[in-house]
């Protein structure tokens, strides 16, 4: 099983470009998450959403949108990249909320420059 | 306001001894508690959770967690550390969202 599948991997955007981090999950959860995690700071909460076709903000939404047209996938949306939003950014999924751990993807790692 | 707290960024232990990495909580109620591993270049992993009933709570590669309600604290453990669980931890508390911890970074010396 593929699990959650994130990409790219890696990618360098100038300040003011625009991209979409891709995350799908072949495991039918419901819940599905976005975070960043920076340097000895942990992860913040991004955006999540319980389903398809909703979406709510967590810890750190500005400068970042998200759509769930599908259960399966759940893309982030930098509109204008700014060096602030370098980081590692994590998808995870779940199957419900509560007691049911995440399952993370392996990360995009973007720098802005 | 809900929170968790890794009071040490790094934990240092000699191979064959046991390791503790330490976990506290502030929550408003009862919450989930977990924790996962980080390997370079990889998205976290689970480890273990504590949901409900005994306070020993015992998960993947040996791992095991003490659940303490009085001191609201979740600290792992492990009772013989290999140099292949040096890695970081990070612990969680999911109440209503997850809350994760700072990250522990453990090194395990040969």
């Known amino acids: 099983n593929a699990g959650v599948t994130q990409t790219p991997k890696f990618r360098i955007l100038k300040i003011g470009q625009s991209m979409t981090l891709q995350c799908t999950q072949d495991?039918?959860?419901?819940?599905m998450y976005w975070y960043r995690q920076d340097p000895g700071m942990g992860l913040k909460l991004i955006y999540y959403?319980?389903?398809?076709?909703?979406?709510d903000k967590g810890e750190v939404p500005n400068g970042y949108n998200v759509s769930r047209s599908t259960t399966e996938d759940f893309p982030l949306r930098l509109e204008l990249a700014a060096p602030s939003q370098t980081s590692v950014y994590f998808c995870?999924?779940?199957?419900?909320?509560?007691?049911?751990?995440?399952?993370f993807g392996d990360g995009t790692r973007l720098s802005i420059l | 306001a809900q929170s968790v707290a890794q009071p040490e960024d790094q934990v240092n232990v000699a191979e064959g001894n046991p390791l503790t990495v330490k976990c506290t909580y502030s929550v408003s109620g009862n919450p989930y508690l977990f924790w996962y591993v980080q390997y370079p270049n990889r998205g976290l992993q689970f480890l273990l959770k504590?949901?409900?009933?005994?306070?020993l709570v015992k998960g993947s590669y040996g791992f095991e967690a003490e659940f303490n309600k009085s001191q609201t604290s979740f600290h792992l453990k492990k009772p013989s550390a290999l140099v292949s669980d040096s890695a970081l931890y990070f612990c969680a508390v999911d109440f209503n969202k997850f809350y994760f911890g700072s990250g522990t970074k453990l090194n395990v010396k040969p």
């Open positions: 995870a999924s779940t199957d419900q909320g509560g007691n049911q751990p995440q399952h």
């Open positions: 495991m039918n959860h419901n819940y």
């Open positions: 959403s319980v389903g398809a076709g909703i979406t």
């Open positions: 504590y949901i409900t009933g005994d306070n």
